[in-house]
């Protein structure tokens, strides 16, 4: 089925016309527009629509981009070659140490293996690369074609565990059964079976982060200012995640969860069984940035950690305020059309653009729940678009009639964006410039104004 597209002429807010986009029936209650006559609640967490062409990907990559970053583990993708290309390096995640998360290692199932299982060339393929790498754990994902043949791989991961003596886990992850985000569950659960099996001494003020994945760096700007603060920080999972500090991550007072779409499952096993509480952050804008700090001191109830943060916070917002202040006059009139991963991030980066001048006309996400976009709504401009789930066309109409100057998404936006002749920020797994964080702000500030205010837009129109 395709989408349809009906030919009834409409005003915009420059004063042209375009075609209305007929939303398809199945959809309706996932775009909203804020003030608008359909300004109903957008609702989250479905399972895609069958004809509408999701910009969502499947659990296995849900699963994958999760636990992709840690450096010291294998990663070998039990199924055909073209679900490990798919995945192959898919997060810009940097390693300070062992980077075996940049080798994408397959069992490359074949028509021999559809009919007689493929639990020896899974065996085989564990122990050669265990023998050349000496990881610290692997990790073994199941794809589609696995769970139709039904490979015992818990068996497999169960005796080579024995053999090689180092964790195997299963992350059970058949694209076919569920959303991305189901695939973040599933990879929760992998962590999970690794926490609580190390027996590090327990530090004063500890902290896990939880949902950074160290995109370019960011998780080394954030463990700079947690350590100006006086903040040890016992694991980072998954962003230059290692082995052994998963297996100790109950010994952190405080689990902060950013891109909680994916890590709020493992905080609440977490809470649940070690009584570990967690709280929601976001790194990004100075705003969320700022109150991160100030919730985690205020978590310890320490006046000597409330007092650094809020002298880090002063020191680096008076050292950016100025170079914000020039992009924001360069900026002013700009609309930007936000669509990424988690719902959360959305909504930092709805303030953070305000900062520098720029308005939110369109927001939507791959995978965020109605709460999420009542947030959005509360805080979103009169006729702003809030959509869940959507699909380039879609989203090409949207970012046309709101007339958007920025496209800020991933991989599967920028071409969205060139064609219609607009700019683009990544702001997804592959970016390549630090965004989080003070010093991330001003890199996005940078990002948005060269892109938007490219002389190059004008040879398109
Ligand atoms: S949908 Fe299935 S076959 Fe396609 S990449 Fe995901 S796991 Fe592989």
Redesign the pocket.
Known sequence: MLLLVIDIAKKTERGDTMKELDILDGRKNQVSTVGGTNSQAVEGNKRSLAGSVSQR?????GSRVVLYPIGDALHIIH??I??AA??WDIRGSQSSGMELHRLSFSTDLHEKEVVFGGEQKLYKSLIELIDLHQPKAAFVYT???VGVIGDDVEKICKLVEKEKNIPIIPVQ????QGTKKDGYKVACEALYTLVGTGDRPAQKYSINILGDFNLAGELWILLDYYKRMGIHVNATITGDGRVDDIRNAHKAQLNVVQCSGSMMYLAKMMKEEYGIPHMKVSYFGIEDMSDALYEVAKFFKSEELMSKAKELVREEFSRLMPDLQWYKERLAGKKAAIYVGGAFKAISLIKALRLIGVQTVLVGSQTGTTEDYELIKQLADEGTVIVDDSNPVELAHFVKQKHADIFIGGVKERPIAYKIGIGFCDHNHERKEALAGYEGMLNFAKEIYSTACSPIWKFTK
């Open positions: 990907a499947c659990v296995f990559c199924g055909p073209g679900c798919y995945t794809t589609c074609i992850a058949p694209g076919f």
